[in-house]
C-alpha cells in the first residue's frame, strides 16, 4: 500500500488490481523487486509452514510450484528441482492465451524472469514439454515414481531424529 499506492486496490471491495499492478511491475523492474522484497518474505513463511506440516503427517515429499525458484535462491533450500520446458514460440502462444494477453505483454512477463534455458541448465530433472499434456503427465509420473522409491526421505529424517533425540537427552543430563 505504502509503495504502491491506494490507486491499484479496488475502493469499495479493496481488492488488489492485478492487472493494473502487472502492468506496473512487468515494465519496471525496480518496482518489480519492491513488489517482490513484500511479497516474497510473506509467501517464504507461508510456504516453510506448510512443507513442515506435511512432513509432520508423514509424506516423503513435498512438491513445491514457484516461478521464481532460481531468480530468489529459493532453490537453496529444495533438494531437487524440476523445470518443465518447452520452445519459445509454444512458451509465447501459451502465456497469451493463459493470460489473454497481447505480444508484447507476453513478453515483458517471460523477460522478467531467469531464460528458460539458465533454468535448464541448473535444473536436477527436466520435463520436455513440447507436446501433449499427457506426455508431460508421463514424465512427471516417473520422476515421482522415482522420488517415491528414493532412501533419502527416511535416511534424512532418521538423522533428524537422531539428532534431537541426542539434544534432548543431553539437556536431560544439564538439568538433571
Ligand atoms: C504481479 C501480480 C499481481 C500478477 O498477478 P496475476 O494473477 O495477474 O498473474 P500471476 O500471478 O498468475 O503471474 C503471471 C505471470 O507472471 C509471472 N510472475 C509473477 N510474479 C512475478 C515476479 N515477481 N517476477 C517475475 N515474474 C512473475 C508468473 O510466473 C506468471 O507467468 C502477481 O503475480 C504478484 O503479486 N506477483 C508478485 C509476487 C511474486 O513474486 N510471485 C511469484 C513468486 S512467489
Ligand atoms: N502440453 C501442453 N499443451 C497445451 N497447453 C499447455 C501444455 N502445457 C501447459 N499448457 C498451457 O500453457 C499455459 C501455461 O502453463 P502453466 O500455467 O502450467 O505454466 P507455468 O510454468 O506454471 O507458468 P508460470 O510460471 O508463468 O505461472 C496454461 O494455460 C496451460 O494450460
Not at 491499484?8 to 499492478?21: A, C, I, P, S, V
Not at 513488489?35 to 512432513?55: D, E
Not at 523477460?111 to 527436466?126: I, S
Amino acid at each position: 500500500m505504502f509503495i504502491f499506492g491506494n490507486e491499484f486496490f479496488d475502493e469499495e471491495t479493496g481488492e488488489l488490481n492485478r492487472e493494473k499492478l502487472s502492468a506496473v511491475v512487468f515494465e519496471d523492474s525496480k518496482k518489480r523487486a519492491q513488489l517482490n522484497s513484500i511479497t516474497h518474505p510473506a509467501v517464504g513463511k507461508a510456504m516453510f509452514k506448510k512443507v513442515v506440516s506435511h512432513l509432520f503427517k508423514g509424506e516423503k515429499f513435498v512438491v513445491l510450484d514457484i516461478p521464481l525458484l532460481f531468480e530468489s535462491g529459493a532453490n537453496r533450500f529444495v533438494q531437487k528441482t524440476i523445470v518443465i520446458h518447452c520452445n519459445e514460440e509454444k512458451q509465447l502462444e501459451r502465456l497469451m492465451k493463459r493470460d489473454t494477453v497481447d505480444e508484447k505483454v507476453a513478453k515483458s512477463r517471460i523477460a522478467a524472469q531467469m531464460p528458460l534455458k539458465e533454468k535448464m541448465e541448473r535444473a536436477t530433472y527436466l520435463v520436455d514439454n513440447n507436446h501433449g499434456k499427457e506426455e508431460a503427465e508421463k514424465q512427471l509420473t516417473e520422476i515421482a515414481d522415482e522420488l517415491e522409491n528414493s532412501w533419502l526421505p527416511f535416511i534424512i529424517r532418521s538423522v533428524f531424529g537422531v539428532t534431537v533425540g541426542f539434544l534432548i537427552l543431553s539437556i536431560f543430563k544439564i538439568i538433571f
